[in-house]
């Protein structure tokens, strides 16, 4: 069964403290790594995409890496508007995307 | 204005009462979907469409049906809404099969 697990359920950082989430698949065939943030109250916002082990993807503070397995999403000197639920999904069947059910970050100045 | 829409953002009905919750976008996306989130089971794809005359049923589709209506808008109808349908609604957009997805702001409802 296609499945995408997400670890830590939730994260609390110290301003400047880094670390990674986790997000690991069992999905056949994998056609892509997505990662998301939502933030209260928000419908989740894209961030990046990852098709091969070994492609790695930044933004500002957030790297996204990915291997056969798992994904990470590396957070460098987290800032406390880092703060919200990361969500990675993956294709099912082609077409339709599993999601985790995330990691709640909180960063606390 | 958002590029997806939903309306109503927090509808509170009573068991048995037929809802709707409307979705329209300004993208010109092909595709729509509507997921439902509950804490703890993440987003679930209730049903999704890749053109006006696609529809297809998601992982949870019982007890909900979907219209449609142009490529912009597409609708989600509880016919008679029982409590476990208490939740979070997104309705998504998508151009292709890029797997990047544009939510919407959400529709909150509870059913009594």
């Known amino acids: 069964e296609d499945q995408v697990t997400q670890s830590p359920e939730a994260l609390r950082l110290q301003e400047g403290e880094s670390s990674s989430l986790n997000c690991s698949y069992t999905v056949s065939g994998l056609r892509g790594l997505f990662w998301y943030r939502q933030d209260p109250g928000k419908g989740p916002e894209f961030l990046f995409t990852?098709?091969?082990a070994g492609e790695e993807k930044e933004k500002e503070r957030l790297k996204a890496t990915l291997t056969k397995k798992e994904s990470f999403l590396h957070i460098t000197a987290p800032k406390p508007e880092d703060s919200a639920t990361y969500l990675c999904?993956?294709?099912?069947?082609?077409?339709?995307?599993?999601f985790g059910t995330g990691t709640r970050l909180q960063v606390f100045p | 204005d958002a590029d997806v829409t939903q309306t109503p953002r927090n509808r509170i009905t009573k068991t048995g009462k037929r809802i709707m919750l409307e979705c329209s976008q300004t993208k010109g996306h092909d595709r729509m979907y509507w997921y439902r989130q509950d804490p703890g089971l993440g987003l679930r794809l209730i049903y999704y469409s890749f053109d006006v005359k696609d529809i297809n049923k998601g992982e949870i589709s019982d007890g909900y049906s979907v219209s449609r209506q142009a490529q912009a808008k597409f609708s989600l109808s509880l016919e008679s809404a029982i409590p476990n349908q208490t939740a979070l609604y997104f309705c998504?957009?998508?151009?292709?099969?890029?797997?990047?997805?544009?939510f919407g702001e959400g529709s909150r409802l509870t059913v009594l």
């Open positions: 998504a957009t998508s151009r292709g099969n890029t797997g990047e997805l544009f």
């Open positions: 999904a993956a294709p099912h069947n082609t077409d339709k995307l599993i």
């Open positions: 990852l098709y091969s």
